[in-house]
């Protein structure tokens, strides 16, 4: 279902987050770790976006607002409600389709990207908008 | 038959697209609700467990939701706000208390 690229965001952003003992991954993360990635880079710089401004308010905003998780107590990296939504849909969007290439197409990064900005007030739609203004 | 287009050149207005008005999403304060059936130990543990807070700082806020039917445990992004509500009424269904932890915009 995964294409490889995005199997590599998805396991760049985990990591991030439990390498900083974020309490959780957020849709942020997940973009942020995009930002590493040609295909997504090639998509928001189609759309116009700065890439380095994208990255420098990304990480900005994931420090001052994820919480952490404090020293001494072991607990997981919980992915938010966002991003699981941002991942269900993807893949509810490319399960009814037989075409193989599409779902190759759907499952790839560009695809999630897309998902990404249909989330309600979150940071990153508005920063996706802003960098490309 | 589709009609011609008869404005001459000096009628032409160049028309640029307003960039469109930014402002950062607001944050939203997690809040737990009053109710008389869940015991206070239980509002401290959630409050130790899920918003990070010591004892003390978890028996004020439990006494603020107790004494005045409402209490602030923290302001997130809308993101992070909503799955903290999620989990903590989800642990609150585990364990059968029927408490109330819901989010509003700060």
């Not at chain 1, 997504?40 to 990480?59: F, P, Q, S, T, Y």
């Not at chain 2, 992070?80 to 509500?85: F, L």
Request: glycine content about 2%; proline content about 5%.
């Amino acid at each position: 279902m995964l294409s490889k690229e995005l199997e590599v965001s998805l396991n760049q952003a985990f990591r991030a987050a439990y390498d900083k003992r974020h309490e959780f991954i957020s849709v942020e993360h997940l973009l942020l770790a995009m930002l590493d990635n040609t295909a997504a880079i090639d998509v928001l710089k189609a759309c116009g976006a700065n890439i380095d401004d994208m990255r420098r308010e990304l990480e900005k905003f994931i420090e001052e607002t994820t919480p952490i998780i404090a020293a001494g107590i072991k607990r997981e990296t919980q992915p938010t409600l966002g991003f699981q939504r941002v991942l269900q849909r993807r893949l509810f969007m490319c399960s009814p389709l037989e075409n193989r290439k599409s779902l190759e197409q759907t499952s790839s990064l560009p695809y999630s990207a897309n998902r990404i900005l249909t989330q309600p007030s979150c940071w990153v739609s508005k920063t996706s908008h802003a960098s490309t203004s | 038959m589709t009609e011609k287009n008869t404005n001459k050149p000096s009628d032409d207005l160049a028309v640029k697209e307003a960039k469109p008005q930014l402002k950062r999403p607001p944050l939203f304060k997690v809040f737990l609700l009053n109710d008389d059936f869940t015991p206070m130990e239980f509002v401290i543990d959630i409050l130790k467990r899920f918003f990070a807070m010591d004892e003390e700082k978890a028996t004020q806020v439990m006494l603020h939701v107790h004494t005045r039917g409402i209490g602030v445990c923290g302001v997130y992004s809308r993101d992070i706000a909503e799955t903290k509500v999620r989990q903590v009424n989800d642990f609150s269904r585990e364990h059968q208390h029927p408490l109330l932890c819901d989010m509003d915009e700060a």
